[in-house]
């Protein structure tokens, strides 16, 4: 009977050891292969102004997942900017871990053009990012942001995630096109 509770115990930490693996890996993935054609950023400018100290976790509100679609936008229509520099001032503007922000920056510009991104975000705000697309790029916009989230979904799979809230968010988003 120790045994088992002992066995337990371990599996339960080989699945985090897992998960945390998996993560570090997508990191590595999106920071050495960019998806995005023309989505560049140096090393430097991700690990620049990263503010030392304990980690906490802050959930993700309505105005970090907006200020990020925001700064999406604004990388995709102008290939110049800086996405270091558009995540730092979200940091500072919400607190928003500076990391997420640039993945979810970069999800917004893949989304946007149609081109796979390598970085899980929240369903709610893929759901966001859908409905804004659609609602200013029109069919197009949003039949881009599904082939780009399809191509993730694909991705993932094949790390072996489940991605079921999102292959329903497609299904239901495709429902658009018609």
């Known amino acids: 009977m120790q045994y088992e509770s002992i066995l337990l ?4 930490r080989i699945k985090t050891l897992e998960k945390e693996q998996i993560v570090l890996q997508e990191k590595v993935d999106a920071l050495m292969n960019p998806s995005c054609k023309d989505f560049s950023f140096q090393e430097s ?3 620049e102004n990263v503010h030392p100290g304990p980690k906490s976790y802050l959930k993700m509100t309505e105005e970090m997942m907006e200020m990020c679609y925001m700064a999406g936008k ?3 229509s102008d290939e110049k900017l800086n996405i270091g520099i558009l995540a730092d001032e979200i940091s500072t503007k919400t607190g ?21 991104y390598k970085r ?18 029109g069919k197009s ?6 082939q780009a989230t399809r191509e993730h ?3 993932r799979k094949n790390l072996g995630h489940t991605v079921e809230g999102l292959v329903t968010l497609c299904v239901q988003y495709e ?3 018609d």
Do not use: H, Q, W
């Open 141 to 146: 916009g949003l039949c881009n942001a599904l």
């Open 175 to 177: 429902m658009y096109l």
């Open 9 to 12: 115990e371990l599996m339960s």
């Open 74 to 76: 604004k990388l995709y």
């Open 45 to 47: 400018e991700v690990s």
């Open 96 to 116: 928003m871990n500076r990391s997420s922000a640039v993945m979810y920056i970069y999800v917004v510009d893949c989304m946007l053009k149609g081109n796979v």
């Open 120 to 137: 899980a975000i929240s369903t709610k705000a893929t759901e966001k990012y859908f409905k804004e697309i659609y609602e200013e790029y």
């Open 153 to 155: 979904i694909r991705y």
